[in-house]
């Protein structure tokens, strides 16, 4: 008998241990997570504040960017932005309310293939990011023009005209901030 009472004891005691053990779905759990994104909303916010407070809206410079296809034909684009990390080529004057397709071009050392790729805008005299892109959110190694640029393809709308800083992310780290003028 007394073997059935530890028995049951030690049931109970195991029983109550693995209730009160943690669920990722516990309240713990869902705390870190709600955490884990302020963390990412303020440090976003950072990079807000920062380029709302530079004083320097002077607009991005453009510099052509020469290829060679796999075909063997040469081609160039004008790109606005930073012929050493990244910039983009589409219809210019930029229009405000349209959206317009546009091709990134990474020129930067690193490997970010496949890495995600987020872009925000903040217009000058703001201090509220606005999501402009739409469409893949990475470079990919396919993308690859060539030997040393890689491709995205996307789409951009800006709500309104004005002085806008492009802020581009890849992997979660501000990595350029382009400015441009939106007609």
């Keep these: 008998m007394k073997k059935h009472i530890i028995a049951l004891s030690l049931l109970m005691t195991v029983g109550a241990l693995v209730a009160c ?7 713990t759990s ?4 709600e955490s884990k994104k302020e963390n990412e909303v303020q440090e976003s916010s ?34 606005v932005g930073n012929k050493d990390t990244v910039g983009f080529t ?10 317009q397709k546009y091709f990134w071009f990474y020129f930067g050392k690193e490997s ?3 890495k995600p790729v987020e872009v925000k805008a903040i217009k000058k005299g703001t201090m509220e ?17 060539s030997p040393h640029s890689v491709n995205m393809p996307s789409r951009l709308k800006f709500p ?10 890849i992997d979660d780290e501000l990595y350029e901030s382009i400015v441009v003028e939106v007609i």
């Design 46 to 79: 950072n990079d807000v504040q920062k380029v709302g407070a530079e004083d320097n809206w002077e607009l991005s410079s453009t510099f052509n960017h020469s290829v060679e296809y796999e075909n063997g034909e040469e081609g160039s684009y004008e790109i």
């Design 129 to 145: 990011p606005v999501d402009i892109i739409s469409g893949p959110s990475n470079f990919y190694k396919e993308a690859e023009v």
């Design 112 to 114: 970010i293939y496949d």
């Design 30 to 33: 869902n705390e870190l997570n």
């Design 21 to 27: 053990t943690s669920n990722p779905n516990d309240e």
């Design 90 to 99: 589409g219809t210019f004057p930029i229009k405000a309310r349209d959206s």
């Design 160 to 169: 309104s005209a004005g002085i806008w800083a492009i802020l581009v992310y």
